[in-house]
């Protein structure tokens, strides 16, 4: 099986909303046009249908970095590293254009690892009784499951806003893109072990504390 590593954006100060903006009154609310897509419950929406109906195009990018997150947690990419990743065969990848900025494209891994209920590599906190997504998930005490083996794929855990994607990426696609010149910015590289690599009792998972926390302050992951 193959090696991986996690993929993290670079925190960043005053980042954009997607399909949040402050409404009248100043409270955070779900766009209009993506009002169809929110459960009227929870007020998740489904992003990747959202996505494909287009970014609004009041958006506007100041940051000069090649990965970044929304305040969604959804990944945003440089044109520059949407063309490396494309050159990934299969191309696992789907990415969405800013309307009026060809600089950035929001992007989605095609491969999804979705949390499983009762698997100890996962913490779910509040099903919504409407949609039946999760509150909050994050890890657990377990490496997670990996169902299959791609070049890039994502774990789909979840936060209050919506899901919350951890890429994950082979040692040779992380090792593409740490190489690359002129070097890529904002990408950070994290140990990532595979249940595969791990006999079932090994108390172990990626970043412990979870992701929601950012990688460990004490492992020294590969920042570009």
Not at 171 to 200: H, I, M, Q, T, W
């Amino acid at each position: 099986m193959s090696r991986y590593c996690l993929l993290y954006p670079h925190d960043v100060p005053n980042s954009i909303w997607l399909m949040h903006h402050r409404g009248p009154t100043g409270k955070l609310e779900v766009r209009p046009e993506y009002q169809q897509l929110c459960c009227p419950v929870c007020k998740k929406i489904e992003e990747r249908k959202a996505l494909s109906l287009g970014l609004p195009n009041d958006v506007h990018i100041k940051l000069k970095t090649d990965l970044f997150s929304s305040n969604e947690s959804l990944y945003i990419v440089s044109a520059r590293l949407r063309s490396l990743l494309e050159r990934i065969e299969p191309v696992e990848m789907s990415f969405f254009p800013f309307p009026d900025d060809e600089r950035y494209y929001a992007a989605l891994p095609n491969v999804v690892y979705p949390a499983v209920q009762g698997d100890p590599a996962f913490r779910m906190f509040r099903q919504c009784a409407q949609c039946g997504r999760w509150r909050e998930v994050v890890w657990g005490t377990m490496p997670p499951p990996m169902d299959r083996e791609c070049q890039i794929g994502m774990f789909q855990l979840e936060k209050p806003l919506g899901i919350m994607s951890i890429w994950v990426v082979t040692d040779c696609v992380a090792s593409s893109l740490k190489n690359y010149r002129p070097r890529l910015k904002g990408l950070f590289f994290d140990e990532f072990f595979a249940p595969r690599l791990f006999s079932p009792e090994t108390p172990v998972g990626p970043n412990k504390g979870g992701p929601n926390k950012g990688p460990n302050k004490g492992h020294k992951g590969d920042i570009l």
